[in-house]
């Protein structure tokens, strides 16, 4: 199983525009970092789902940026969902830890083979913490 997270508002740089940062360093929320403990919990691949960059591997160095999937029109975040489906390494098996500004054009343009496994669809942003903190414990989505 694959794993793909969504991006985060909050970001270090704002002040060092042009200071790069792994991806997995360059978001900075309580809800970033508890998606990146649940994806390693649950996959050894995992990518982050960018409203600026697209797909991004967790090393790809990035500098700050302040662009939300919000900011982008509905036929754009579809463009923009289907390009990251075609970045994708190949999986029959998706894990995705996201908003669904970005779930739902995802799984619109993803393929009917592919299983997703989408534990916090209808969980509140609030009441993500804990999910999260749960999903990161169990090792198998089975468990689930």
């Not at 309580?30 to 090393?59: K, N, Q, T």
């Not at 982008?72 to 999986?91: F, K, S």
Request: charged share 35%; net charge negative.
């Amino acid at each position: 199983m694959f794993g793909l997270i969504g991006c985060s508002k909050s970001k270090h740089g704002e002040d060092e525009p042009d200071r790069e940062f792994p991806a997995r360093d360059l978001y900075d929320s309580w809800l970033f970092d508890g998606r990146v403990r649940a994806v390693e919990a649950h996959c050894d691949e995992w990518g982050i789902f960018s409203a600026e960059h697209g797909f991004v591997e967790p090393d790809d160095l990035l500098t700050w940026y302040n662009t939300k999937i919000t900011d982008l029109e509905p036929d754009d975040r579809r463009d923009l969902a289907a390009n990251v489906v075609d970045d994708l390494p190949e999986t029959d098996q998706l894990l995705i830890l996201m908003g669904r500004d970005y779930a739902d054009p995802l799984q619109a343009a993803l393929p009917d083979d592919v299983e997703v496994w989408d534990p916090l669809e209808g969980v509140q942003l609030f009441d993500q913490r804990g999910a999260l903190r749960d999903l990161a414990d169990r090792g198998d989505p089975d468990d689930a």
